[in-house]
């Protein structure tokens, strides 16, 4: 399975964008385009993880291209890099406030272009880590833009607004926030390690575990709360996370209040 991430390159200069190409290929899958129109369209087919774009192009300019892809919930979350020849700090300055990740001046050297979207790609990486090992509520303090805190936000009380749902599914969140499956689930993967599946269990486990601490309900009826369609199942599924069973992790609680 290649494990390599993706990169999308967008300049209008031929020479330029194979050199870029050249000097990136080794460790990332580099897709190429020649205008912002023609990265869009490909955008449409391959999956992602980083764009780099010229400013100064015929049709779109590369600050058209941020702009539209950080107003779009389906691509705001992709790291952009803005590559430039002018000097001014008139476009460093727009790019960055219409949401430009980076922003590089040419001529530049190449190893800088490698460590920067090596440290973006890195703080992508750490965000997913974040949000699939911490409770949500931690990690919508760190998550890398505001769009991703609101995206993330908006599932979450979603799902909690249907925890005793069992048949809850990524269609129904997908359609809560009016994208299609396919969009749904990218945007989902852009800011987690989980899957959709996984992140509805997840949600239904933090609750799970606050009403066993309240010691009012028995294991059957949380199961239920939290929408599991048993009690077994509902075990299986709690061992797997907190790594005890919840009659253990009951036990637990009352070792330490003792």
């Not at 933090?206 to 199942?233: H, M, P, R, W």
Request: hydrophobic letters at 40%; proline letters at 3%; aromatic letters at 8%.
């Amino acid at each position: 399975m290649n494990t390599k991430r993706s990169l999308l390159i967008i300049d209008d200069e031929e020479d330029l964008l194979g050199f870029l190409c050249e000097i990136l290929a080794e460790d990332y899958i580099t897709f190429k385009a020649a205008t912002a129109e023609e990265g869009l369209a490909l955008l449409n087919s391959k999956m992602v993880d980083l764009i780099i774009s010229d400013i100064m192009m015929p049709g779109l300019s590369g600050l058209d291209l941020c702009a539209i892809l950080k107003s779009d919930v389906e691509y705001c979350h992709i790291p952009i890099i803005l590559l430039t020849a002018r000097k001014s700090d008139t476009d460093k300055l727009e790019g960055l406030e219409i949401g430009a990740d980076a922003y590089i001046s040419k001529p530049f050297s190449p190893k800088l272009l490698q460590v920067q979207v090596a440290n973006l790609l890195k703080n992508r990486t750490k965000i997913k880590e974040h949000v699939a090992h911490k409770p949500f509520d931690d990690a919508l303090l760190n998550l890398r833009s505001k769009s991703d805190e609101a995206f993330i936000n908006d599932v979450t009380v979603f799902i909690q607004q249907h925890l005793d749902n069992k048949d809850l599914s990524v269609d129904d969140l997908a359609e809560h926030m009016n994208m299609s499956r396919p969009t749904f689930y990218r945007r989902m993967k852009s800011v987690s390690k989980l899957s959709p599946k996984d992140f509805i269990d997840r949600i239904r486990l933090k609750k799970a575990a606050e009403l066993i601490a309240e010691n009012d309900n028995k294991f059957f009826q949380i199961a239920n709360k939290v929408g599991f369609t048993s009690q077994s199942v509902f075990g299986k599924n709690f061992q797997k996370h907190f790594h005890l069973s919840p009659r253990k992790f009951l036990d637990h609680l009352k070792a330490k209040w003792d």
